[in-house]
């Protein structure tokens, strides 16, 4: 196993759509089993194919109970501690809106609300092509649909408010390039 490099926005591959999964072979296995690692090591909740290089429809989830900032409920949940491989994942039904305080392994030190569904159903495959189905709520749905954006080739930034976008990108540029953070953060936001 190896820890892969994450990837930092901007990247193209952060907003290009991942293709299916055809082959269940000890490739993709070997390649899930670094997903994990690369989580793990990161300290991250989740983490998308896109985010270590790779256009493939793969996403890990590992939602440690202690970590867990789900303000709704202390009650542990039965997806807690539990690694998922999610393959070709499609959510199947949505309910609900629920806000959460955000963050990406992508995006180091952005933390912003966003809302999504609060309970999603999702239909994917494991890492043996076995099909499987999930129904979550609360962080565990917004996990999923975080990570779900990412194989689409969403990033997180995207499912805020245009006032928020605008804040965090302001943030983005001033951090990657001071300089062009002059010509670039002036106050008229045309879009
Ligand atoms: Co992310």
Not at 44 to 56: D, K, T
Not at 131 to 141: D, F, R
Not at 149 to 177: C, P, W
């Amino acid at each position: 196993m190896a820890v892969l490099d994450v990837v930092v926005y901007p990247a193209e591959v952060l907003e290009t759509s991942a293709s299916e999964v055809t082959e269940f072979g000890s490739k993709l296995r070997n390649f899930v089993a670094d997903m994990h690692e690369t989580m793990h090591a990161a300290g991250g909740i989740g983490l998308a194919a896109n985010q270590v290089g790779s256009l493939q429809r793969v996403i890990v989830i590992n939602i440690p109970y202690d970590g867990d900032r789900y303000e709704e409920t202390d009650s542990k949940e039965v997806w807690h501690d539990t690694p998922f491989t999610i393959i070709n994942p499609k959510i199947t039904k949505k309910e609900g809106k629920f806000k959460y305080q955000e963050g990406c392994l992508s995006f180091p030190d952005i933390f912003e609300v966003v809302q999504r569904a609060h309970t999603v159903t999702v239909e994917y495959q494991d890492e043996f092509g076995k099909k499987q189905e999930i129904t979550a709520s609360g962080l565990m749905a917004v996990c999923l649909q975080h990570e779900i954006d990412h194989i689409d080739g969403i990033v997180f930034v995207e499912r805020m408010s245009r006032l928020k976008q605008n804040i965090v990108k302001k943030k983005l540029v001033r951090r990657g390039n001071p300089e062009s953070s002059i010509n670039n953060t002036g106050e008229q936001d045309v879009e």
